[in-house]
């Protein structure tokens, strides 16, 4: 584990947009899970940028979505497959054959999950995934459980988290009750795992990882303490709990 400590949030979109920037550089058919949600929109806005001083090359990097609503189309204006065209893919030149996200619509759900899976094992496993950490320390939408599922599967979300996420939608009611998420297995294979966090709002939740060395499935984010390549990217404010010991140690 690896933790950076930016000054503020644009400072944290730019240096992880550099991270992306350079994996894709050094690899340009990158495998890249894509992550939707509030915190990694200045990280696109930096890619999109950088794209277009031709910092970087799209073309062969192969993306899939991260998770998405159960029962939104792609054209839905609160689905992350729309959410992901309208702050990156339509910017770029990600080849439409080289975006993948679960379809959600379809009769059977499970056997989407399976074949969605399938597809990132066919292209060898996510080479560079991001994400953000829900206030109930869920990541993708691994939620809090008694247990966690290894691949792609469906999720009933929630409480905290359909609050959470309602600020996307006109009303409450109509953010879904189950989405799609990719598992702990996927991520923690993953080659390059990412968390961004800023906010003084993401302090506890940080602090919390180092309370104690339990991997807790009722906190999923501590389950990458075991994660051979993980990097926190997070702002001072989101790191002013972490003790400055652990701090020490990690950065």
Known sequence: ???????????????????????????????????AGGSPIGMYECLVRM???????FSKMIVFDMDEYVGLKPTN????????????????????EHIFYPHTTVEDIEAECI???????????????????????????????????????????KQSTIEANARFFDDINDVPKRA????????????????????????????????????DPRYPVSFLRMHPNVTFIIDKPAASLIPSKVLDYFQ
């Open 77 to 96: 204006e609160n689905s992350y497959a729309y959410f992901m065209q309208k702050h990156f893919l339509r910017f770029v030149n990600v080849k439409k």
């Open 51 to 57: 794209y277009q001083e031709k910092k970087v090359d």
């Open 115 to 157: 074949h969605y899976s399938q597809q990132i094992i066919d292209y060898g496993g996510l080479d560079l995934a991001i994400t953000g950490i829900g206030d109930d320390g869920h990541i993708a939408f691994n939620e809090p459980a008694d247990y966690l599922l290894p691949r792609t599967h469906v999720v009933t979300l």
């Open 180 to 215: 799609v998420s990719i598992g702990m297995e996927e991520i923690m294979k993953c080659q390059n795992f990412l968390v961004v966090a800023s906010g003084i709002k993401k302090a506890g939740l940080l602090a919390k990882m180092f309370e104690n060395d339990h991997l």
């Open 1 to 35: 584990m690896k933790i950076i400590i930016t000054d503020d949030y644009a400072d944290l979109s730019q240096k992880t947009a550099d991270i992306v920037v350079n994996l894709i550089n050094q690899k340009p058919n990158l495998i890249f899970c894509l992550p």
